[in-house]
C-alpha cells in the first residue's frame, strides 16, 4: 500500500479484562496479588506449588527476617487468603497463552485437567531457588555441618537440637558471592550473637551492596563478630572440624575448632522459568530470570505489553526489593489496563493480504508478540510498538506501519537530500535509532560537539525499520555516505532490531561492492543515548573515508 494510500487510523475504545494472572504464590506473587486487588483488579494467583507460600524453593531463604516485617508478611498472606478478589489456585501450571495484551487466554492445567482464564496482563512473580554448596568446600551434610537454611530454620525454632556456641561460616569461595546471601549470614550473626553465640566469617569479598547491609555488618563485629578476609579459601577438615587460614598480620596459620560450620547457597533461578519464557515468547535474561539485562525493561517491564516481571522473576531481591517491585507491577498494570476502557488507534501497521504469502516471516521475527492470524496475519494495537522490523523483513513487502511507510521515508530521505549539490563537504545521512542515536545526535549538538557540516539525520523507530531500499535510496539521491546508528547489543528496545539492522548493512555492503560503489562508504554502528562524543568521533571517521574516496558517481 502506497503512502498516498495509506487511512489514517481512528482512536477507537476497546475492552479489555480486568482480570490479572499472577504467577507464583512465593511472597513476591502474594504482595503482588495483594496490591493489585486493592486496586480493584480481579487476581487468579496461581503456582505449581502445593502449598502458599511453597515451603521448597527459596521461600525460607527470609526466616531469619526482622520480626516486624515478618509480621507484614503474615498479614499478607492472611490477607491474599480472606480477600474475595483474588482466587487463588496453587498446583496448577500455565501451558499455553492465546489472544493478545488486554484479552489473553490463559491456559493452566490441575491435577490432569486443563481450563481457562481470560485476563488482561500476566505478572511473572516465581521465586528463587537454594541450593547449598557443601562440594564446593569438600564437605558434606552432617550434624555439625550445616546449610545456611538448615541454620536459619534453627534460628526460627524449627530445627532440632540445641544452638551451637561457636559457628563458622564459609562464603564467597565456591562462588561469587551475592548482597542477598551476605544479608542473610549478617541477619544470622545477629541473632547468633543476642542468643550468646560467638560467631566466625571466612569471606572473600564483603557484598554490602544493599540497603542497610554495611550497617549490619559493622555492628556485628562491634559486638564481636570475627570476620576473615581471605585472598584464598581456607582449608578444611571435617574429620577434625577445623578450618585453618593465613593471618598476614600475625604471619602464621590461625586454626579455629568451631562446633558447626555453615556453609553458603548459591541461588539459582526458579526451573519453570525457561517453560514460561517459550509459553509467553519472552526473552529471558541471565542465569535463567526472565527479564532481559536491558535498560528499556526497568524496572518490571518484559518485551511484551501486558507482561510484567516482578521481584525474584527477574533476579535475587531482599523483601524490600520485591514489595518495591510490587508497587511498580500495580502502576504498570493501572496503566495499562485502566479501568478497562482503554483508548487505541484502530490499527498500527497494516498487511496487504493480497500480497501476503502467508510465509509468518513477521510474525517469527516480531519481538513483542504482536503478530497473530486467523485467515492471514494482522497486527495487534496493542501490543505493536511500532519498531518496523516486520515490514522490513516481509518478503512481499506486505506490510506498512502507519507512521514509517516505504513511500514515507523514501520520500523523507529525497527532501532531506534535496540540497547535496551545496553542501562544501561530503554529504552523509544518518538513520538514526529514535530510542539511542537520535538522542545521542541532539545531545551532540547541545554540547556543541564537532559534527560532518554535510551531514543529515533521519530518525526511525528502529534500527530495525532500515530496509535496503531505504540504504539504496540514500545513495541514489546523492548521499556520498551512510550509516546506520542503533542501540548496543542487548539494550535495543525492540530486542534484536540492532541485530536485523547489522545484517542488512552487511548485505548493502556486499551490493555496493559488486556494483563498484566501496562498502567503505556504509557504515552500522551502535550506541547508546548518551553517547553524544561517540556518535561525533564515528561520523567524524565516516566524514574523512568519504573525502578520501570523493563523490560518486550518483551526486547531482
Known sequence: MSYQEMPTPRLTTQE???????????????????????????????????QIPPTGGGSHVYSTIPAGLNQEMQETLKQVRDHESIELLPGSRLIQVLGMPGRFTAILRSQGASFEREVGSIVLATDIAVWPLFSGYGLSPADNVLSLSELEQQLAGSGHGPLPETVAFLVGFAQEGNPLTMHRIMQSVEMLEEKGCRAYVYVDNLKVAADGLEKLYKQNRDKGAIFFKLRQAPRISQADLSITSYDPVLGRDVELHPDCIVVEEEIQANRINPELAEVLRLDPGPWGFLQEDNVHRLPVQSNREGVFIAGEAKEPQELTGIWADAANVALQVRDFLGDGEVTLPEFTGIIDKEKCCFCLTCYRCCPHGAIGWDDKPFISPAACQACGICASECPQKAIQIVEYTDENIKLHIRETLKDVASSDGPTLLAFCCQNSAQEAWSM??????????????IAVPCGGKVDLDAIYTAFLHGAEAVAVLSCHPDNCKSVRGNTFAGIRVQQAKRILDATGLSPERLLFHTLASNMDHDLSETLGRLEQTAKELGATPLRP
Not at 499472577?22 to 496490591?35: D, S
Open 16 to 50: 479489555f479484562s480486568t482480570s490479572v494472572l499472577v504467577l507464583g504464590t512465593g511472597w513476591t506473587g502474594l504482595r503482588t496479588a495483594l496490591v493489585l486487588a486493592d486496586l480493584g483488579y480481579s487476581i487468579v494467583l496461581a503456582s505449581e506449588d502445593e
Open 444 to 457: 551532540a549538538q547541545s554540547f556543541g560537539r564537532p559534527l560532518p557540516s554535510g551531514l543529515r539525520t
